[in-house]
């Protein structure tokens, strides 16, 4: 593995929402494990997915799924979680950037150019997955330290106002590969709205 290998960088903890059906917040609560996610579009490989310090885009997400048919959430939910972010793939600074280019580079001659494709909507990350799933892998061949925790930003949604540079589900996403970083778990209290 070239490059310098992940370190902590900033603060140790986190809290960080997730989206999800009420029966699996409910389980979770209770003690159960969080459900790795392995779709091969998942923005930041394998994990599971929490919104960093935004409880409504979790549960915004999970009332978005819930409309979906064939989706397992029934009724929206979100539960929040203590995540020790750990050796951080933090893809918002340049040794996390310098470390996905390392596996991009990888996997394109492992692949021999047939490589996957995101999707034009960029919703659909089925390159950036295997391209962090690729970094994983080259770890584990190194012997490094796993990756604990992966941490992105992404802009979607549109404009939030006419020529605005920020959009509406801008977000900081995290995904958790070691269950042991969540350190513990909780129901949010609600925000107090913004009076207009």
């Known amino acids: 593995m070239q490059g310098p290998l992940l370190h902590r960088l900033a603060a140790s903890f986190v809290l960080a929402y997730h989206g999800c059906d009420k029966s699996t917040g409910d389980s979770v609560l209770q003690g159960e ?59 918002t600074t340049k040794i996390g950037i310098d470390q996905l280019k390392i596996a991009y580079a990888d996997l394109q001659t492992a692949m021999a150019g047939a490589m996957p494709n995101n999707g034009k909507d960029k919703l659909r990350r089925r390159l950036d997955c295997a391209v962090v799933n690729r970094l994983h892998t080259l770890y584990a061949a190194a012997k490094a330290p796993p990756i604990q925790t992966v941490k992105g930003v992404f802009t979607e949604g549109g404009e939030i106002y006419e020529g605005a540079g920020f959009q509406k589900k801008t977000h900081i996403q995290i995904a958790v590969i070691d269950p042991s970083c969540i350190k513990g778990v909780f129901i949010p209290r609600p925000y107090p709205k913004i009076p207009v």
Request: hydrophobic share 35%; glycine share 8%.
């Open 33 to 91: 494990s969080f459900r790795e996610s392995t779709n091969e579009y998942d923005w930041l490989g394998r994990g599971v997915y929490f919104w960093e310090a935004n409880p409504e885009r979790g549960l915004e997400w999970a009332i978005e799924q819930s409309q979906r048919p064939k989706s397992t959430v029934k009724v929206p939910y979100v539960v929040g979680a203590i995540i020790e972010m750990g050796r951080c793939l933090d893809l």
